[in-house]
T-cell receptor, first 111, second 114 residues
């Protein structure tokens, strides 16, 4: 399966701490996107990182991509209660014309 | 700029019926993709349309179909509904084809099949 596998499946941290979640995949990719979803609502796009990029930042978010290890990580710094959500990675492989979503990490930030 | 809109937001149908869901992309976006989300299977790709042409279709039966209009609005249709079709259906739009562009998702249509 090309599906991105996310780790951990669930994560609970205190407000102010950093949260790290990982996405691993099996094939070569064109790009990878990270999304956030609150309580079964629509997905919010966070960051797109292309296969030739190694790191991208957006506010408190940092995404890294290691194509040799076929993995990506999403770091949320100084987490807030409002960051409580499920986080998904989605991978795009050349020739497939579709994104394959990971199983998601459920993050809970305790106030 | 208005986001992606989906109608209706909630829908209850019975087995055997058919349903049509609508998605209006962000203005200027030409690609619309559809996904099904269930607790058991997660997010699964249904199809992507770009300039009124279907680029790809996921591993779903022929009961699932879609189309895109010249104004980029898209509809998906599910015929002969089954209980297992109960899900959150999400559409996403992107400026160009999805592989090189960010996808922006709508709030989804929650379909319940009784």
């Amino acid at each position: 399966s090309q599906q991105g596998e996310e780790d951990p499946q669930a994560l609970s941290i205190q407000e102010g701490e950093n949260a790290t979640m990982n996405c691993s995949y099996k094939t070569s990719i064109n790009n990878l996107q990270w999304y956030r979803q609150n309580s079964g609502r629509g997905l919010v796009h966070l960051i797109l990182i292309r296969s030739n990029e190694r790191e991208k930042h957006s506010g408190r978010l940092r995404v890294t991509l290691d194509t040799s290890k076929k993995s990506s990580s999403l770091l949320i710094t100084a987490s807030r209660a409002a960051d409580t959500a499920s986080y998904f990675c989605a991978i795009y492989t050349s020739g497939t014309y579709k994104y394959i979503f990971g199983t998601g990490t459920r993050l809970k930030v305790l106030a | 700029k208005a986001g992606v809109t989906q109608t209706p937001r909630y829908l209850i149908k019975t087995r055997g019926q058919q349903v049509t869901l609508s998605c209006s992309p962000i203005s200027g976006h030409r690609s619309v993709s559809w996904y099904q989300q269930t607790p058991g299977q997660g997010l699964q790709f249904l199809f992507e349309y770009f300039s009124e042409t279907q680029r790809n279709k996921g591993n779903f039966p022929g009961r699932f179909s879609g189309r895109q209009f010249s104004n980029s609005r898209s509809e998906m249709n599910v015929s002969t509904l089954e209980l297992g079709d109960s899900a959150l259906y999400l559409c996403a739009s992107s400026l160009g084809t999805s592989e090189n562009n960010e996808q922006f998702f709508g709030p989804g249509t929650r379909l319940t099949v009784l």
